[in-house]
């Protein structure tokens, strides 16, 4: 038996970038939001990218 799996390390506090997170979080929003309101020139729009 290896003893490697007796070692226990310690958590890692997971931290995230406020810049990216709200950023990101703020483009998803606005295109959920284009797609709602315009769905036929934004899906022309999808469409072309």
């Keep these: 038996m290896s003893s ?3 070692i226990k390390t310690p958590p890692e506090k997971v931290t995230v970038n406020g810049w990216v ?3 990101s979080t703020a ?3 606005l ?3 284009i797609l709602i309101a315009a769905p036929q020139e ?3 729009m ?3 990218a």
Aim: hydrophobic content about 60%; glycine content about 12%; proline content about 0%.
């Design 21 to 23: 997170f709200y950023t």
């Design 46 to 48: 999808l469409g072309v």
């Design 27 to 29: 483009l998803i929003l």
């Design 31 to 33: 295109l959920t939001a």
């Design 42 to 44: 934004a899906g022309r």
């Design 4 to 6: 490697a799996s007796l």
